[in-house]
């Protein structure tokens, strides 16, 4: 998963150097996203496949944990940005944000990358990968952390808290719901 991520997140800029100014640069990022999240899903489902039925909460119980965790994202990206607007006279919009929902109106099958793709393979690597792997090694709190915090340098905005908070948030989503 890691390999398969590392390798989506290389070809973008290496992408971005030979196709500078061309618009084939946003359709092939989005099928190098989209081939990313299509074969993390396919090996992830390789090495569960025979712990698919024994799943640790029933489902309406995983709904709600599920409803409470975005309730929770909500509210981290509504504060978290307000609450460093205050305390840090960091800027309330992101520039990541921003970026994205500028590419988005010009390109828009974009959105598959933005709101599908990324946030899969994200969760891949921050939470199945990088938490639950430390977690088995260390305290799991310590593992949520360092989890959150790299997903949180990852998005290289200056939003870190409120990233570090929405990776703590999905942590105990998934420790939750596994």
Sequence with gaps: ILMIYCLTMMLSPLLWQLLKNNDLYYPLVTLINGCGACLMIWY????????????????????????????????????GPL??????????????????????????????????FLPVMEEFVFRKVL??????????????????????????DGHYLTYLLIGLVLCYVYTKTD
């Excluded at 799943?55 to 981290?76: N, Q, S, W």
């Excluded at 205050?86 to 109106?105: D, G, I, K």
């Design 44 to 79: 992830a489902r390789l090495q569960t496949q025979d712990r698919l039925d024994q799943l640790k909460t029933t489902l309406p119980k995983e709904g709600l944990y599920l409803l409470l965790g975005l309730l929770l994202l909500f509210f981290c990206q509504w504060g």
């Design 83 to 116: 609450f460093e607007q205050l305390f840090f006279a960091s800027p309330r919009f992101s520039a990541n944000t921003s970026y994205l929902l500028a590419v988005y109106h010009k390109y828009p099958y974009y959105l598959l990358t933005i709101v599908i």
């Design 131 to 156: 938490f639950k792997d430390l977690a088995l090694f260390s305290d799991p709190l310590l593992a949520a952390f360092v989890s959150s915090l790299l997903f949180s340098l990852a998005h290289q």
